[in-house]
């Protein structure tokens, strides 16, 4: 895949398919909450392997059953990327339906 910046009306047309997602001080963010702490830690480890697999790592944080997301691509002097995206949508698809 190809990792480039994306200007702001891609970004802005890629969230019309992101429910949830909003570009926050720069970074494509979202907060997810899970049903419990396990919930939350399963979905990181899952989301984990992805990253690591496309070596591309998301700036996050846990609180008990919430994760905090802020997505980024500091080789790209810190632009929202085609590879933020794609880490995005690999995180929708692997949380549970709620
Ligand atoms: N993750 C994120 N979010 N942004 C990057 O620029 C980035 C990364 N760069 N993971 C990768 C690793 C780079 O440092 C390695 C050398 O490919």
């Given at each position: 895949?190809?990792?480039?910046?994306?200007n702001?009306?891609?970004?802005q047309?890629a969230?019309?398919?992101?429910?949830?997602w909003?570009?926050?001080?720069?970074k494509?963010?979202?907060?997810?909450?899970?049903?419990?702490?396990?919930?939350?830690?399963?979905?990181?480890?899952?989301v984990a392997?992805?990253?690591d697999?496309i070596?591309?790592?998301p700036?996050?944080?846990?609180?008990?059953?919430r994760v905090?997301?802020?997505?980024?691509?500091?080789?790209?002097?810190?632009?929202i990327?085609?590879f933020?995206?794609?880490?995005?949508?690999?995180?929708?698809?692997?949380?549970p339906?709620?």
């Amino acid at each position: 895949m190809e990792r480039r910046a994306l200007n702001t009306a891609e970004v802005q047309t890629a969230l019309a398919d992101l429910p949830g997602w909003e570009v926050v001080d720069g970074k494509l963010s979202k907060l997810f909450r899970f049903q419990s702490f396990a919930a939350a830690m399963g979905w990181m480890v899952s989301v984990a392997i992805y990253a690591d697999k496309i070596d591309h790592h998301p700036e996050w944080s846990n609180v008990y059953s919430r994760v905090q997301v802020n997505l980024v691509t500091h080789d790209l002097d810190n632009a929202i990327s085609t590879f933020d995206l794609a880490l995005a949508r690999k995180m929708d698809e692997l949380a549970p339906v709620d």
